[in-house]
Structure formats: C-alpha cells, structure tokens
C-alpha cells in the first residue's frame, strides 16, 4: 500500500482549498450577486434620474422593467430615447432617465440573466416618483 507524506497530503488540500476560492472569486458556486442595489427615488418632473444597479460575478446580461415591463438589453435602450443604461464598466447596469416626465413614474426592477449553469437575479423592486410644478398633471 502506498502511503504519502503528510506534508504532500497539506500542500494537496491547500491546493484544493485553493483551487475552490478562486471558482468563487471567478462567478463559480457563488454566482451572481448585486454589489448595489436600486433605491426608491423622487425627481422633479424635467430632472433626470438614476436608478443604481451593479452586479459582482456577473455572466448574464442586465435589463430593466418598468411595471413589469421589460425595457430591452442593450445599453442605448433604442425603443426608449430618454432611457439608457450608464456606468464605467458593464458590470454597472445603471438605468438613466433624462429629463423625467409624468409617465416615467411607476415600479422599476434592474435584472440579470443566468448563463451557463449560473442562475439569474433580480433587484428588489423600486419606485420612481415624479413632482410636477402645481398646474401640471
């Protein structure tokens, strides 16, 4: 019977624990999580608005819904001209609305698809709220 010696049975195990941190760090077992999440707001009516989404490990691709409607993936968001997502990297699915009128009021949610045995996720649901000058809808 072969036997090893214990500190090649140590330098293995560190190895391994090794080897499972950096799957973890690399969007592995611990899959996608939001660094930040979106938070109610309130803006003036013309102002513009940011609702702040950003996602550690992420693999899936970002998307906001308005009422549960769904505002699309790419970041221009083309079927919306006054909506974008902005942020320095593509881990930062900040969802811009610029100027904000009445009908942008309602309940945001920034989401991110699965992909490739990762799950997906959602924010927790948000409200935009909009102030309008006295005299205006």
């Known amino acids: ?7 090649m049975i140590h330098v293995v195990s560190v190895l391994l ?8 760090a690399h969007g592995g077992p611990a899959g996608q999580y ?3 999440s979106p938070l109610n707001i309130t803006v003036s009516e013309g102002q ?8 550690g490990n992420m693999v899936g691709s970002c ?7 769904a505002l699309g993936t790419e970041r221009s968001l083309p ?3 006054r909506y974008r997502m902005d942020g320095a990297s593509e881990d930062v699915c900040d969802l811009v609305i610029e100027p904000v009128v009445p009908v942008d009021e309602g309940v945001y949610q ?4 699965g992909h490739q045995g990762v799950a997906g996720i959602d924010s927790p649901s948000v409200r935009l709220s909009v102030n309008c000058e006295p005299g205006n809808p």
């Open 110 to 113: 920034c989401q991110v698809s």
């Open 48 to 55: 513009s608005a940011r609702l702040t989404c950003s996602v």
């Open 1 to 7: 019977m072969c036997t090893f010696p214990a500190s």
């Open 34 to 36: 939001l660094k930040v």
């Open 79 to 81: 079927e919306f001209s």
């Open 17 to 24: 624990i090794l080897l499972y941190l950096a799957n973890i």
């Open 63 to 69: 998307q906001w819904t308005r009422d549960g409607f």
